[in-house]
């Protein structure tokens, strides 16, 4: 801890403010750079379980242009979601309307079977939309979930999963046992994420995915406000 005047304070805090308003003009130019990232057309057939039935990959931007996803982590046979994914999905829900209103149609995904979340998001009152992959391709085919015969051989942005499961460290096993996963190749079956889709003139494009490491909760930016968080 420092303690200074106001006068030292203000002298301080304007040597920060360059910092900060810095760091903001690059946040700009990287979501630029984001948003103008080629659109991948999607030419495979996808479908998944929601409340109101199966639903294509078009049917679940509810008449709007773009689709954002929130991959939350719940692998098929665990016995709860990932809790620091569950502390994002606590947050979604205020945020849908704000998005909705902005041609954006917000929704969580998980691997585990429908009836799976049903039971969790009412568990935490969820009121996001929230559909699963279960029984598709999509999440395999996007990234966000893995196949047991494939796991020993993916390397991703760094990250070679054959390593982490061989060495399997002790946060990796402790995570197996938070999330009730029978076994560490279930524990690290699926991703975390989000993706983006768009469609125009009655096609879709994936035109943005991001993977783990993600940004945090969403009162994590609060906490970079307090000295203590």
Not at 29 to 44: F, I, N
Not at 66 to 83: F, N, R, S, T
Not at 95 to 100: D, Q, Y
């Amino acid at each position: 801890m420092k303690v200074a005047t106001e006068q030292e304070w203000q002298a301080a805090r304007k040597e920060l403010l360059a910092a900060e308003q810095e760091l903001a003009a690059h946040e700009q130019r990287v979501t630029k750079q984001r948003r103008e990232l080629p659109w991948v057309p999607v030419e495979k057939h996808y479908t998944f379980a929601t409340v109101d039935g199966r639903k294509s990959l078009p049917e679940l931007f509810d008449g709007r242009s773009q689709l954002l996803i929130y991959h939350l982590m719940y692998g098929e046979d665990w016995k709860v979601a990932c809790p620091g994914c569950t502390s994002v999905g606590d947050g979604l829900g205020g945020m849908v309307t704000h998005v909705n209103n902005r041609d954006v149609t917000l929704i969580a995904m998980s691997r585990a079977p429908l009836e799976k979340l049903v039971a969790t998001k009412a568990q935490r009152g969820w009121t996001m939309p929230y559909v699963s992959g279960y029984g598709d391709d999509f999440l395999f085919d996007y990234g966000f979930a893995f196949r047991r015969e494939e796991m020993f051989g993916i390397v991703r942005d760094e990250f070679d999963m054959g390593q982490l499961l061989r060495e399997a460290p002790q946060w990796l096993q402790d995570y197996r046992d938070d999330v009730g996963a029978p076994d560490l190749q279930s524990a690290v079956s699926v991703s975390a994420g989000w993706s983006v889709f768009a469609m125009e003139d009655g096609a879709v494009y994936n035109t943005y995915r991001r993977y783990p490491p993600l940004v945090g909760p969403p009162y994590a930016p609060l906490l970079e406000f307090v000295p203590k968080p």
